[in-house]
């Protein structure tokens, strides 16, 4: 696991008010001329495109296997804003429906469904060996 001094201490006070203030602005820009993306009607049940077909036969073969998961592991030090990182989190996953996006079968054939936009819970409270990463296995 690396170790990183990179932290909120290193900006000034005003810095991050300003940040913290955008933040704030739920992810909106002023005077932006991006059009405003809308979510379309569709099927429950999507076919897979040829990159998810290859996902799953993967996991077919290898089941759960970690093949396509890149683990980046990051100790940051300073002090966190739990409920700002949860905000992130949960907008993060509302935006971007691949993130909530799983196979199934449906007829023989793998489908794709995309779920609810979920809800990132908190480990605040877990004991410290709860929270290490390296103690999260799967069983």
Request: aromatic share 8%; net charge positive.
């Amino acid at each position: 696991m690396q170790k990183s001094s990179w932290g909120t201490s290193q900006f000034s006070a005003q810095r991050l008010q300003l940040l913290r203030s955008l933040m704030n602005e739920k992810g909106t820009v002023k005077d932006s001329h991006a059009p405003v993306l809308t979510s379309k009607s569709r099927p429950e049940h999507l076919p897979l495109s040829f990159a998810q077909q290859r996902l799953w036969f993967i996991d077919q073969l290898l089941p759960g296997s970690p093949l396509y998961n890149i683990l980046i592991v990051r100790c940051l030090t300073g002090k966190l804003d739990i409920p700002l990182l949860q905000r992130c989190f949960t907008e993060l996953l509302r935006r971007h429906e691949v993130l909530c996006t799983f196979f199934t079968i449906v007829d023989g054939v793998p489908t794709q469904v995309i779920g609810p936009s979920l809800l990132v819970n908190s480990v605040k409270g877990e004991p410290k060996s709860a929270r290490n990463v390296g103690n999260w296995r799967q069983s």
